[in-house]
Structure formats: structure tokens, C-alpha cells
């Protein structure tokens, strides 16, 4: 257990309430016309379309009681849906909002990028709004003067250092903007999904620096982001939110598990009637109706249990011999196997639901949560495979029922698939080398 002294931040009871319908129009003339038009009884004219007009007296809990304590040095990650709370915690962190109810201990400078371009004027050039910066964070110039030829490096940035930021890209301006975060002098360093505008390579060179100062300078990160690669790449603790609330703290497999599983998909039967395919030209020869697991109350299966998938889809027009693809992801996205069959179906006419009853074996993989996409397709005149539908799958997870101590598997180093045992085993003993 770390010391008092190494606490970089205490919360406490933290509470954030909005009032709803009170002030939103943006000016002070729409919010004017909008009090106006509530008192005659009147709709709001400044409402979208299909927008709820919220009562003077309705509030809404943005954080309902939350409680943390982050550790100097230490890499946070920050997961959840949206609206779950991520972003408001971290605007109370940063002093941008205050709190309705609780308390926030902070030790040392804090750095924020809650969105692309915080804290720049638009108006200044790049040079000018990393001295701007650095006066926010009580620098002085020479403190800054001798940063700058980092930030500039690393921001990738030199040829246009000196041109107004309004003209920068989405792209240019993060670069800059993580470079200033993280070569001032900040002991806390918060960032709100703002790699995702980056390149990869870029978003490769930040989380590298994010990691190195973290471990040499001892600086605290907070970090939230939808990509959970780059959560579990990062970080070496993970919260999971939901509306407002804490509902995990502790290792990063377990808590991107649980937000997996808080998905629409963790469900044991999926209606696939109103599902949106990604291209036009899926589900035009055979559309899938349904998918679920046969006599399950739960998506866990044990490794010793079959799956027993049970799909059912509708011909719409006559349809040729079909093949059918069960591709298996982590959490994350990365692709682990893949279940192949040729010829799942030996075609039929227009108008006829078809049921395929389908039993896999599970016993290869490790306990871990795992997402799944359904693919039809058939081979056209020329032998190559065209997809006729394909959607996002059920999501499952595997458990073992003989895990132990000893046998806890470390699915993110040692990967997603435990081979058989070897064939054979030869050990000799001698006293002299072989």
C-alpha cells in the first residue's frame, strides 16, 4: 500500500448535478426567447427537432458518488459508454467545471487535453501558444526556452511553427498540442480521447511517451479512450464508469471484459431484423433473421461445453450453395480464429427461412471475453468468394472450471489459443554437457 505522501489525487463523495432546460441556447438571445417562450407556455424556438424540452426543475447526476485514489507515477485508464461520466470527471480534475458535491485532492501541476486544441488561441501561432501554455502552468520563459526545441521536435511541426494554429489541421493540432501536454512541466497529465484524430504512427510515438515519462519522471496520467489497444498498450490500471458511477477498479483485461459485457451483445439471442448492414449489397440474396445460443440462460460457456448456435435466415431470392465464416475477436478487436465452413448451405428458393443448427468446440480457448461476426457468402462464376450478409455476432466468454492460481492464463502475453500438449517429452540427466 503506497504512503499518503504518494497520493497524486484523493476523490471523495464527488458529485456533478446539471439543471436541465435552464441555460443551453448558446447566446444570451436564445436564452432570452427560450425563458419567453416557457413562461407563455409556448415550444422552445431554439429546441432541435425531436429534442425533449426539460422542466425548470429537472436535474441530471452526471457523477453520483464517486470515489478514487490515483498514485504518483501510476497510468490510469478511463472506460466506459458515452455519457457514462469519463468526461466530466476529468473537467472537474482540470478545474474547468466545479463540483456540486465532494472533495478533489490534487498534488502538482495538472496538463489537460480534453479535446483537439484546448487551451490554444487560434489566433496566436504554434511557438506563441507553447510559452501561452507554459504560463498556465506557472513556467516561466526560460523554463519554457529550454523545452521548446523538444516540443517542437516531437510535435513534428518545425515548418509551420510559426504560422496561426487556425490554420493547422485536426491532425497538426494534436500533434502540437501532446507535445506541449507532455514536455511542460506538469506532474499530472490528463487526456480525453485525443489520439484518435492522430496517425497511427503518431498515436504509436505518444503512447511510448506517455509510458516513459510516466515510469522515469514518476508523472501521473489519466487516460480515456474508446480504443481499448491503446488502454491496454498504456495503462496499468483500468475504471470502468456507468452513469456516474464507478462500477470496477483493477486489472485492464477484466475491466475491458466488463465493458464488453455491459454491450448490447452480451445477450444470449440477437434480432437481426432491423439490423443496418455495413454495405447495400449484403443480405440482397439471404438475409439473417436471428442468432442465439440453443438452451442457455448465459453467454459463459466452460471450456469443456459446446456452443450450440442456432441461426435462422430468410432466402430472398433463390439462393446458390453458401459458405459461412464464425470469426472470433478479443474485447479489443484483434482477430484470434477463425471457424470455416465451405458449405454451410445447398441453396434453396426465394422465401424459404432456413434454421442451421451449429455446435463448436470451445475446449482451445483461454477464459477471456470474445466477440464474434457471422459471414454468408458464396463462390461466384470465376471461384471467388462474394459475401451475400454479414454482421457484428453474439458475444461470449469462456470460462475454466480448473483455473487455479498456478494455471491463471495471461491471455494479453501468452495469446488467445492453448495449443495441445506436445507429442513427446525426452529428458536426459548426465553429469557432463551433451
Not at 506532474?187 to 503512447?207: P, S, T, Y
Not at 483461454?366 to 457471422?374: F, I, L
Not at 487455479?404 to 495471461?410: I, L, P, S
Request: hydrophobic share 35%.
Amino acid at each position: 500500500m503506497a504512503e499518503e505522501k504518494d497520493i497524486a489525487i484523493q476523490i471523495n463523495g464527488l458529485k456533478k448535478r446539471y439543471r436541465l432546460g435552464v441555460i443551453g441556447g448558446g447566446t444570451l438571445q436564445g436564452d432570452i426567447q427560450s425563458w419567453w417562450a416557457r413562461i407563455r407556455g409556448k415550444d422552445d424556438p431554439n429546441l432541435k427537432i425531436g429534442k425533449k424540452a426539460y422542466g425548470k426543475n429537472e436535474t441530471f447526476m452526471a457523477l453520483d458518488g464517486i470515489d478514487l485514489t490515483v498514485y504518483k507515477g501510476e497510468r490510469l485508464g478511463i472506460i466506459g459508454h458515452n455519457g457514462a461520466g469519463k468526461s466530466t470527471l476529468l473537467k472537474l480534475l482540470s478545474r474547468v467545471t466545479a463540483p456540486t458535491e465532494g472533495e478533489i485532492k490534487i498534488d502538482g501541476r495538472i496538463s489537460s487535453m480534453l479535446e483537439v486544441g484546448t487551451g490554444f488561441n487560434k489566433e496566436l501561432t504554434g511557438r506563441e501558444n507553447i510559452y501561452l501554455n507554459g504560463a498556465i502552468l506557472g513556467m516561466t520563459k526560460t523554463e519554457v526556452d529550454s523545452k521548446i526545441e523538444q516540443i517542437i521536435e516531437f510535435s513534428e511541426c518545425r515548418k509551420f511553427i510559426d504560422t496561426p494554429v487556425k490554420r493547422y489541421s485536426s491532425g497538426m493540432y494534436v500533434k502540437l498540442a501532446f507535445s506541449v501536454a507532455a514536455h511542460l512541466d506538469s506532474e499530472i497529465l490528463i487526456m480525453d480521447e485525443v489520439l484518435a484524430v492522430g496517425d497511427i504512427a503518431f498515436q504509436q510515438k505518444c503512447l511510448d511517451k506517455m509510458r516513459r515519462v510516466a515510469e522515469e519522471e514518476g508523472r501521473t496520467i489519466l487516460y480515456v479512450s474508446h480504443n481499448m489497444s491503446t488502454i491496454q498498450q498504456l495503462c496499468e490500471r483500468c475504471i470502468v464508469m456507468d452513469n456516474g458511477k464507478i462500477i470496477y477498479s483493477g486489472d485492464i483485461n477484466k475491466a475491458i471484459s466488463i465493458y464488453a459485457e455491459m454491450s448490447q451483445y452480451m445477450t444470449c439471442y440477437k434480432d437481426y431484423t432491423e439490423w443496418k448492414r455495413k454495405y447495400r449489397m449484403y443480405a440482397y440474396d439471404l438475409y439473417l433473421l436471428s442468432a442465439e445460443f440453443v438452451d442457455k440462460k448465459s453467454y459463459s460457456f466452460f471450456k469443456d461445453e459446446k456452443m450450440h448456435l442456432r441461426l435462422v435466415w430468410e432466402n430472398k431470392e433463390n439462393v446458390k450453395p453458401i459458405g459461412f465464416r464464425h470469426e472470433l475477436k478479443t474485447a479489443t478487436g484483434s482477430p484470434i480464429c477463425t471457424y470455416f465452413i465451405e458449405k454451410i448451405y445447398d441453396g434453396g428458393e426465394k422465401g424459404k427461412k432456413v434454421t442451421a443448427d451449429i455446435v463448436f468446440d470451445l475446449s482451445k480457448l483461454v477464459p477471456e471475453t470474445y466477440r464474434t461476426s457471422y459471414t454468408f457468402f458464396y463462390k461466384n462464376d470465376y471461384g471467388e468468394c462474394a459475401n451475400v450478409d454479414c454482421v457484428r455476432g453474439l458475444t461470449f466468454e469462456v470460462l475454466d472450471r480448473e483455473e487455479t492460481d498456478a494455471k491463471k492464463w495471461d491471455s494479453q502475453n501468452w495469446g488467445y489459443v492453448e495449443m495441445e500438449q506436445p507429442l513427446s517429452i525426452n529428458i536426459n540427466e548426465s553429469d557432463q554437457l551433451i
